[in-house]
């Protein structure tokens, strides 16, 4: 099925390492960001892109790093996990950033993230 | 600044009862408005929006309005059913602010039989 795949769907790190969350889509969407969900707080955005090559912060980016080399791929690196980073994080995509209000964006089902 | 703020959870209802779910916003200039649900286990689908005052969106029996006056946008449905147990996120896309949706905290709705 089309959509937006996140791997892997759970992890657990220990303080100080490091991983790569995966995001890919197949809908040839232009724009595609990184939220985490933390209880009580809703979504918050932590880096986007609006195309192959162009990468932005946004509202928590401290500890994290994106590259988007391909329309199709948007991963997110964890340099040095931290407990605070304990999160779930979901990547969403849409086909252009002023699509937001046409499409509203798509969402992949996440990664639980836990470290110790 | 822009920031979204819904009512607590868990909202627990029974199957037919109607459901409201508050929702109010501040904001600069006319921002667009979203309802997202969660299922559980899965990540987030866009259930409604509006993108102007008076806008009244709507998708499989929810209805929402884009109330500038009192700055609303509170979810409701006439008859809630078991499958509409879910986490129901209110969100708010800043004007030209294409980059980002400002998400509240999310409400909890569980409806049993």
């Known amino acids: 099925n089309a959509g937006v795949t996140q791997t892997p769907k759970f992890q657990v790190l220990k303080t100080g390492q490091s991983m790569t969350l995966q995001c890919a889509q197949d809908?040839?969407?232009?724009?595609m960001s990184w939220y985490r969900q933390d209880p009580g707080m809703g979504l918050r955005l932590i880096h986007y892109s609006v195309g192959a090559g162009i990468t932005d912060q946004g509202e928590v980016p401290n500890g994290y790093n994106v590259s988007r080399s391909t329309t199709e791929d948007f991963p997110l690196r964890l340099l040095s996990a931290a407990p605070s980073q304990t999160s779930v994080y979901f990547c969403a995509s849409s086909p252009g950033r002023e699509d937001r209000d046409t499409y509203g964006y798509t969402f992949g089902s996440g990664t639980r993230l836990t470290v110790v | 600044g822009n920031s979204v703020t819904q009512m607590e959870g868990p909202v627990t209802l029974s199957e037919e009862a109607f459901l409201t779910i508050n929702c109010t916003y501040t904001a600069t200039g006319y921002p667009s408005l979203f309802w997202y649900v969660q299922y559980p286990g899965e990540g987030l689908q866009l259930l409604l929006k509006?993108?102007?005052?008076?806008d009244k969106g709507s998708n499989k029996g929810f209805e929402a309005t884009y109330r500038k006056e009192t700055t609303s946008f509170h979810l409701e449905k006439g008859s809630v059913q078991v499958s509409d147990s879910a986490v129901y996120f209110c969100a708010l896309g800043p004007p030209g602010g294409y980059n980002k949706l400002i998400f509240g905290a999310g409400t909890r709705l569980a409806v049993h039989p």
């Open positions: 509006a993108t102007k005052a008076d």
């Open positions: 809908m040839n969407h232009e724009y």
